[in-house]
């Protein structure tokens, strides 16, 4: 019976994962589940459909087949939501030149995804360089690519976390105080 009852199970299971719509492997799941597990230093990418399978080590790929908006915005608010982390966000710079006539719809995403990352710091790098930063990040620390269907090229957020307790300024003056050789609170 208690093997009756584990196949059972397993087979539900299986045919659950397999009966969900396309693209919806629950990466939401996934990435909520890998939320706690994050800190400084990983990365978060919600990317264009042509972005690249990278070959490092810690980069993991999910297929969304979801909207870039709609990733991002989940994201965010589970970023948002944490106790420990905060967003440090880089755009590619090619993506202002991109023009409708070669992209269509590049000004209307430019114009919501400025509505979505309003009130944000958003830092602007060329592409190459973002894939390369986040390569060599993927052989120390976890990075995370959360696939769209989006079509519009140069169009990915990237998101480098930071620690939401421990900001900028506070880890500058504690490598002030070390370099002087004076303990906190003296």
């Given at each position: 019976m208690r093997r009756l009852l584990v196949a059972t199970g397993m087979l539900l299971a299986t045919a659950?994962?397999?009966?969900?719509?396309?693209?919806?492997?629950?990466?939401?799941?996934?990435?909520?589940?890998?939320?706690?597990l994050l800190g400084h230093r990983n990365w978060i990418l919600i990317v264009d459909s042509a972005y690249p399978l990278q070959g490092s080590s810690g980069v993991q790929t999910i297929e969304t087949g979801e909207?870039?908006?709609?990733?991002?915005?989940?994201?965010?608010?589970a970023i948002d939501e944490s106790?420990?982390?905060?967003?440090?966000?880089?755009?590619?710079?090619?993506?202002?030149?991109?023009?409708?006539?070669?992209?269509?719809?590049?000004?209307a995403y430019r114009r919501q995804v400025s509505d979505l990352l309003h009130g944000r710091q958003v830092v602007s790098e060329p592409h190459d360089k973002l894939i390369e930063e986040v390569g060599e990040a993927g052989n120390t620390?976890?990075?995370?690519?959360?696939?769209?269907n989006s079509t519009i090229p140069y169009s990915s957020i990237f998101?480098?976390?930071?620690?939401?307790?421990?900001?900028?300024?506070?880890?500058?003056?504690?490598?002030?105080?070390?370099?002087a050789g004076k303990a906190g609170d003296q």
């Open positions: 659950a994962l397999y009966a969900a719509p396309p693209g919806e492997v629950n990466w939401r799941a996934q990435a909520a589940a890998q939320m706690p909207p870039m908006l709609a990733v991002a915005h989940f994201i965010l608010g106790i420990h982390l905060r967003p440090d966000i880089f755009m590619d710079a090619e993506l202002p030149f991109v023009a409708d006539e070669d992209a269509p719809d590049a000004s620390f976890h990075v995370l690519v959360l696939k769209t998101i480098r976390l930071n620690c939401k307790y421990w900001s900028d300024d506070a880890e500058q003056r504690l490598r002030a105080r070390m370099a």
